[in-house]
């Protein structure tokens, strides 16, 4: 009795909520066609796959493809360079967007702190394709850098074509190109914090580095575990269209990474779709663990999570 009431209860407010319903109808749609229905794409990662039997016509292989990724070198070293890459912008590029929105925020005046967030979101804007244009353009062997420390009467150095600088390289322009989009979401929860907290801080005599550390930290602490949870959660991507855009064939040993890997082994060579296909499951399942992995460890350290 108690159960179909429930049901009734449930129905009755889904019929008041009907157009909200209607509205989110074609997001749906959208979700099932372009997300879900592809996802059958994944048994190819168990076939020998073969386009004019299709999908379903292929012959199983089971784990062949998988077990190939740890027995070919290319694959180990794409996997050894994605988890370095992925590790090193944590390190290097996860705290800038946190820096320099608790900067912008310090500066006085609303108009300075507008010019300041317009001029470091702007290169967000920009594609890889023209950020590494410009890399180039100033970077290369004849590029203006190096004419200048020519004329300056010192050595040319060739940025993109020595292995010690590239990945640095990687690090410097993901950062120019999206610490200041990322500090948006900081700012945001920055400005969420209680004020009273700042001005009882200042009665007790709290220097501005002293109100930063006991109260904009404590009070963006959540946002930074979910933002943290999330790179980690996508750490096995390292990120494509950066390295594709900037590598060259003198740094591949250290640039190549799983989605170009995946790219090459697809379209610059005979292609085996059940193995690219293998790469790509493998690498979402890596994904998905080191999901829970870091809200797991980030919860026991901090005592917030993605998930109550």
């Known amino acids: ?157 060739n940025f993109l074509t020595t292995k010690p600088l590239f990945r640095p390289l990687l690090y410097i322009t993901s950062n120019w190109k999206e610490m200041g989009w990322s500090a948006i979401i900081y700012m945001a929860a920055i400005a969420g914090i209680d004020t009273t907290l700042y001005e009882a801080a200042k009665v007790d005599g709290a220097t501005r580095l002293k109100q930063i550390w006991h109260v904009t930290l404590p009070g963006i602490l959540s946002t930074i575990v979910i933002m943290f949870i999330l790179q980690v959660g996508g750490m096995m991507n390292a990120g494509f269209d950066q390295v594709f855009n900037l590598r060259n064939s003198a740094v591949k040993d250290i640039s190549q990474i799983l989605d170009t890997y995946v790219y090459d082994i697809t379209f610059l060579s005979t292609p085996n779709y059940g193995f690219s296909t293998a790469v790509g499951l493998f690498k979402s399942v890596i994904n998905f663990f080191l999901l829970f992995l870091a809200n797991t460890v980030t919860k026991k350290i901090s005592g917030q999570g993605m998930f109550a």
């Open 1 to 157: 009795m108690e159960t179909t009431k429930k049901k009734k209860k449930t129905l009755h407010e889904i019929w008041k909520a009907r157009y909200l319903y209607i509205l989110l109808l074609p997001l749906l749609v959208w979700l099932a066609v372009f997300c879900y229905a592809p996802m059958y794409g994944v048994l190819m990662a168990f076939k020998n796959y073969s386009a004019k039997l299709g999908v379903m016509g292929s012959p199983w292989v089971g784990l062949q493809h998988f077990k190939r990724i740890f027995i070919t070198p290319d694959a180990i070293r794409s996997i050894n360079n994605t988890i370095v890459i992925s590790a090193s912008r944590l390190l290097f590029e996860f705290p800038m967007p946190i820096i320099m929105a608790i900067m912008i925020t310090e500066m006085p005046g609303n108009r300075t702190k507008k010019i300041y967030q317009t001029i470091f979101t702007f290169p967000h804007f920009l594609s890889w394709v023209v950020v590494a244009n410009i890399v180039t353009n100033f970077m290369a062997q004849g590029g203006a850098i190096n004419i200048l420390l020519d004329n300056l009467g010192f050595e040319k150095i």
